[in-house]
């Protein structure tokens, strides 16, 4: 921690001095012009213009490039900087990173077929700390990948998306990487710029509007020489999400009834209404000087915060409760699957919940990402130059708390579900009456992790050299050094459970209820309606009174890890050229140590020496794996221009990328309900890949582009999962019993294997006319693992379509997009998939005058539903996992710049 205040010390007062004394210099030297380069959002040059700036720039780079410009960002529907990458061709969004479901904003951006974990992130050429507000993605599925809600698209230069690697650019992606290129102050052309956007956005579905807003000022002295640049956002929004899941799997009847016995059923499949508020706060400052002719420094940082309170409920039927007790009165068999039944209410005794019902608040869940890095360019000599930085990033995930109620509900009631394939919700029903009044407390549980604050941090220093040759083949070398340590880490979980001494198995002890799911919840069939709920209001007392949060009994350890990383690599790439041609070839060598630690869950009372007890989840023993990995990475580009509209390229690389975190920490995380779990592998290699990339692109017009690309990857080291049968400690059953209970659980981990992806991408970009335009592009992949089994992430199909018109005075744009179906991961080690989906947006842009621009844009216009499904090895073809509707989007603002 000193050390990061010290860089921001020491970069702002060195910058502050450099500032002033630029400023000075400036002021007894001669009036010069000023050489400042315009920057697409400071002039106006229309879609038209970049287009072309943006097509420049991918013809004029040595490798394979996709490039968006700030201008082209302006007139996009984007929010934030994954909404920018969606046309590209080879690019793939994601809208959640963990089990979460799907929302309506993109969050997640991976390259040509592999998830979003394997794609390199980098603003200015630097790595960047991230964070999750969702608590599985804190302590659950813990990735390497960056959450793109935190980072809104107004912050944006230019964002370059680098296909094919070479030596210089920082390792870790396995297709390529994307780098976020911010303002700097001496770009500006004018002296003063003050510009910004003040809106307002309206979501359908919550039927909310909240408010927007980002102001910009730049200022520069008349010489070039000295600038300061700030810019803040403060971005709001509603959000709801009605939803369909099947948490619980599917589970095994067991029967005395030959046509039951053995037959799948859709356990835990329940309505789940979520409901957010995203509150977006933060900003950018830049200083930087040209202290004299031949160095500059520059200081960059810059701060986001992305508020994200939010209150899920989940009203379930318990199938595993009657199914292998109670006959059906009807049902369905089909392909080993009970596709429809109907359960009769039953009298007796006992009363046994037919469902069950969770209620989780999250008050303060919050995701943050800020960073400071100094640069220092020098040109020691005509023939050499240098660039120094040293920086810090820092990444935060926190749930500092989870009010949760599990109740039992539908007492005796009777059940019935009809299954509609993969494409459509399950019919389902609960007997009884849906009230507050009747919930079976007594039949429910009382958890939720608290005080989970995630850690993602790294501090860095780098030199990077280039020395320019005298020669007709040889231009430059390019060589540097960088030295990295990256920390992820949770050291804190308490998971709270029932205060035994409190009532709260009492009914009477419960309120009414605060509230019922909107009339119009739903996102298709018959599902249950009118559903009760506590506000989270409530939920906060009932859990002051019922739960219990004692440390050290309640502390959680096996949500406890860290892994830190040691990172050194240097790199040296030869450059060169001769008669329409150019290209590169280099090496770069990393050097990984590793230190990962965590509390392993001990199977029984084992008596291990060290071994933490005393836990209300079973003893535990504190484990630190040490692991050392040395990669040498090679890298050749070539560019041929075939003619004065042709350009081919070829390429051929070895990249590497680190494991993800949860796959190494080894974080337990179990389902007494499922009695299934995950955990992770900390002896995990990291994945080496070797690639190979041809294109040719033709720019048979102004502004126009026909290119075609092929690519392959093969990986060694892919991450897949494996089961295996483990025995933990029942915390339900041991309650319930009275003593401990310990349970075989079905518990995924992660092991190294191999993969491997061929593509095609196909590119067409045209202006017809003088007014209208057109850009479409196709991405095909065929990936698969070891043993025929699917790559995460992968599509198969991929396109974009966008249309556009243009005048003086007014433009239009509308996109469509569409992602074939992929593997997204393990759900309680059942594979899972996302279907095949598409969004529309669009967006209107009026220019009232020189100063005033008036936009409305629409996401998600098309309402898209969120569809997933699953496998089970005991039968054929796939299941419904879950289905999700977030509604539509519409952004209003009024952009002004002087």
Same mark, same amino acid.
């Given at each position: 921690?000193?050390?990061r ?7 702002i007062v060195t910058?502050?001095g ?5 400023q000075?210099?400036a002021q007894d ?5 000023t050489q ?6 400071v002039?106006?040059t229309g ?5 072309? /700036?943006?097509l420049?720039a991918? !013809?004029?780079?040595?490798?394979h ?9 302006g007139k996009?529907?984007?929010?934030n900087?994954a909404?920018t990458?969606r ?7 994601a809208?959640?990173s963990?089990?979460e479901g ?9 390259l040509?077929?592999t998830?979003?974990?394997l794609?390199?992130t980098?603003?200015?050429?630097h790595t960047?700390g ?6 599985l993605s ?7 990948s960056v959450?793109y809600?935190?980072y809104?698209s107004?912050?944006?230069d230019?964002?370059?998306?680098h296909k094919?690697?070479?030596a /210089?650019l920082v390792?870790g992606?396995t ?7 911010t303002?700097r ?8 710029t003050?510009?910004g956007?003040?809106?307002a ?11 927007q807003?980002d102001?910009?000022l730049?200022w520069r002295n008349?010489e070039?020489?000295a600038g300061m640049?700030?810019q803040v956002f403060?971005?709001? !929004?509603?959000?709801r999400r009605?939803g369909q899941e099947?948490?619980g799997g599917y ?11 053995g037959?799948?059923?859709?356990n835990?499949?329940g309505?789940a209404?979520?409901?957010?508020v995203?509150? &977006?706060?933060g900003g ?5 000087a040209k ?10 940082a810059?701060?986001s !915060?992305l508020?994200a309170d ?5 009203y379930?039927?318990w ?6 007790s109670?006959?059906?009165?009807s049902?369905?068999?089909e392909?080993?699957v ?8 039953v009298t007796?005794?006992t009363?046994?919940?037919?469902g069950v019902?969770d209620?989780?608040?999250r008050p303060?869940?919050v995701?943050?990402?800020?960073y400071?890095?100094?640069?220092a360019?020098w040109?020691?000599s005509d023939?050499?130059?240098f660039?120094?930085q040293l ?5 935060n ?6 009010d949760?109620l599990?109740?039992?509900?539908a007492g005796?009631?009777?059940a019935s579900?009809s299954m509609?394939g993969?494409g459509s919700?399950?019919d ?11 919930h ?10 608290q005080?989970i604050?995630?850690?993602d941090k790294?501090?860095?220093?780098s ?6 040759f ?12 960088r030295?990295?340590t ?13 205060n035994w001494a409190?009532n709260?198995t009492?009914?009477?002890?419960y309120p009414?209820a605060?509230?019922?799911y909107?009339?119009d919840?739903?996102i298709g069939?018959n599902?249950?309606s009118?559903?009760w709920y506590?506000?989270?209001?409530q939920l906060?007392?009932l859990?002051?009174?019922?739960a219990? &949060?004692?440390?050290p009994?309640r502390f ?6 860290g ?5 050194n690599?240097?790199y ?6 001769g008669?329409?041609?150019?290209g590169?070839a280099?090496?770069r060598?990393v050097?990984t140590?590793?230190d990962v630690?965590?509390n ?15 836990s209300a989840?079973?003893d535990?023993?504190p484990?630190?794996v040490?692991n050392?990995y040395?990669?040498l990475?090679?890298?050749?580009n070539f /560019?041929?221009e ?6 081919a &390229?070829?390429?051929g690389?070895?990249t590497?990328? &680190? ?17 299934e779990?995950s955990?992770?592998?900390p ?6 890949s070797?690639n190979f ?5 033709w720019y048979f017009?102004p ?8 690519f ?5 080291g ?5 089961n295996v049968i483990v025995q933990?400690k029942d915390q339900q059953?041991s309650?319930?019993?009275?003593t401990?209970v ?16 061929r593509?095609v991408e196909?590119?067409y970009?045209?202006p017809?006319g003088?007014?209208?335009?057109i850009?479409a592009n ?5 990936g698969?693992?070891?043993?025929g089994?699917?790559?995460?992430g992968t599509s ?5 379509l ?6 003086d005075?007014?433009n239009? !744009? ?7 179906s992929?593997y ?5 080690a059942d594979n899972f998939?996302q279907d095949d ?7 209107l842009?009026f ?5 005033l621009t ?6 998600n216009?098309?309402?898209p539903?969120? /569809?997933y499904y699953?496998e ?6 796939y ?7 977030n509604?539509?989007q519409?952004?209003?603002n009024?952009?002004f710049k002087f």
């Amino acid at each position: 921690m000193n050390y990061r205040r010290s860089i921001l010390s020491a970069a702002i007062v060195t910058c502050l001095g450099v500032v002033a004394q630029a400023q000075a210099q400036a002021q007894d030297a001669q009036p010069t012009e000023t050489q400042a380069t315009d920057l697409d959002t400071v002039v106006v040059t229309g879609i038209r213009g970049s287009i072309e /700036k943006a097509l420049d720039a991918k !013809r004029d780079a040595a490798t394979h490039v996709e490039v968006v410009t700030a201008e082209d960002i302006g007139k996009l529907p984007a929010k934030n900087v994954a909404d920018t990458l969606r046309q590209l061709p080879g690019v793939n969004i994601a809208s959640s990173s963990a089990s979460e479901g799907g929302f309506d904003e993109a969050d997640r951006v991976s390259l040509r077929g592999t998830n979003p974990s394997l794609t390199q992130t980098l603003v200015n050429g630097h790595t960047i700390g991230t964070g999750d507000w969702f608590v599985l993605s804190q302590v659950g599925n813990v990735g390497r990948s960056v959450s793109y809600s935190l980072y809104p698209s107004e912050i944006v230069d230019r964002v370059v998306v680098h296909k094919t690697s070479e030596a /210089k650019l920082v390792e870790g992606g396995t297709a390529g990487s994307v780098n976020i290129i911010t303002r700097r102050p001496l770009q500006f052309a004018e002296p003063l710029t003050i510009q910004g956007s003040i809106g307002a956005v309206h979501s359908d579905l919550p039927g909310d509007t909240k408010p927007q807003l980002d102001a910009l000022l730049n200022w520069r002295n008349d010489e070039g020489t000295a600038g300061m640049l700030f810019q803040v956002f403060n971005e709001e !929004r509603s959000l709801r999400r009605d939803g369909q899941e099947v948490v619980g799997g599917y589970g095994t009847i067991t029967s005395t009834n030959p046509e039951l016995n053995g037959v799948l059923y859709p356990n835990l499949l329940g309505a789940a209404l979520f409901e957010q508020v995203r509150k &977006r706060q933060g900003g950018v400052a830049n200083i930087e000087a040209k202290v004299t002719d031949n160095l500059t420094l520059n200081v960059n940082a810059f701060y986001s !915060r992305l508020k994200a309170d939010n209150y899920n409920r989940n009203y379930m039927m318990w199938a595993s409760q009657f199914v292998n007790s109670q006959t059906p009165t009807s049902y369905t068999v089909e392909n080993g699957v009970l596709t429809s039944a109907t359960y009769a209410p039953v009298t007796s005794g006992t009363v046994t919940p037919y469902g069950v019902y969770d209620m989780i608040s999250r008050p303060g869940a919050v995701s943050t990402s800020k960073y400071i890095a100094l640069d220092a360019e020098w040109n020691a000599s005509d023939a050499l130059k240098f660039v120094f930085q040293l920086g810090s990033t820092k990444g935060n995930g926190s749930s500092p708390t989870q009010d949760v109620l599990e109740t039992g509900v539908a007492g005796n009631a009777g059940a019935s579900w009809s299954m509609n394939g993969v494409g459509s919700p399950i019919d389902w029903s609960l007997g009884g009456t849906n009230t507050a009044a009747n919930h079976l407390p007594q039949n429910g549980w009382i958890f939720g992790a608290q005080g989970i604050d995630v850690l993602d941090k790294e501090d860095w220093a780098s030199a990077d050299g280039q020395f320019f040759f005298q020669s007709d083949v040889l231009s430059s070398l390019d060589f540097g050094y960088r030295f990295a340590t990256h920390e992820r880490s949770n050291d804190f979980s308490l998971a709270q459970g029932p205060n035994w001494a409190s009532n709260w198995t009492d009914i009477n002890a419960y309120p009414a209820a605060g509230g019922a799911y909107p009339s119009d919840f739903g996102i298709g069939g018959n599902v249950p309606s009118g559903i009760w709920y506590y506000t989270p209001a409530q939920l906060a007392e009932l859990n002051a009174r019922f739960a219990n &949060r004692n440390n050290p009994e309640r502390f959680y350890f096996s949500d406890v890890y860290g892994v830190e990383e040691d990172i050194n690599a240097v790199y040296a790439q030869l450059n060169f050229q001769g008669d329409r041609w150019s290209g590169n070839a280099g090496l770069r060598y990393v050097q990984t140590e590793t230190d990962v630690s965590y509390n392993q869950a001990l199977a029984v009372n084992s008596g291990i020496p060290g071994a933490i007890t005393g836990s209300a989840f079973g003893d535990y023993l504190p484990v630190v794996v040490n692991n050392d990995y040395n990669e040498l990475l090679p890298s050749v580009n070539f /560019k041929f221009e075939l003619t004065d509209n042709l350009v081919a &390229r070829v390429s051929g690389s070895k990249t590497m990328t &680190r494991p993800d975190f949860s796959a190494l920490a080894g974080s337990l995380t179990l389902n007494d309900l499922t009695h299934e779990g995950s955990g992770g592998n900390p002896n995990l290699d990291p994945l080496v890949s070797t690639n190979f990339d041809a294109s040719i692109e033709w720019y048979f017009a102004p502004r126009a582009l026909l290119a075609a690309s092929v690519f392959s990857m093969d990986m060694d080291g892919y991450v897949d999962f494996g089961n295996v049968i483990v025995q933990y400690k029942d915390q339900q059953a041991s309650q319930a019993a009275g003593t401990d209970v310990y349970s075989d659980y079905l518990v995924s981990i992660p092991v190294n294997s191999n993969g491997k992806a061929r593509g095609v991408e196909l590119t067409y970009e045209q202006p017809i006319g003088d007014n209208f335009g057109i850009n479409a592009n196709y991405t095909y992949v065929d990936g698969e693992a070891d043993g025929g089994k699917p790559l995460n992430g992968t599509s198969e199909n991929t396109y974009n379509l966008s249309g556009w018109y243009e005048n003086d005075r007014f433009n239009a !744009r509308v996109n469509y997009s569409y992602r074939s179906s992929f593997y997204a991961g393990v759900s309680r080690a059942d594979n899972f998939y996302q279907d095949d989906f598409a969004t529309v947006s669009a967006s209107l842009g009026f220019k009232a005058t020189d100063w005033l621009t008036i936009s409305l844009d629409g996401l998600n216009l098309n309402n898209p539903k969120l /569809k997933y499904y699953t496998e089970n090895d005991a039968v054929p073809g796939y299941l419904p996992h879950a289905f999700y509707s977030n509604g539509r989007q519409y952004y209003l603002n009024f952009r002004f710049k002087f």
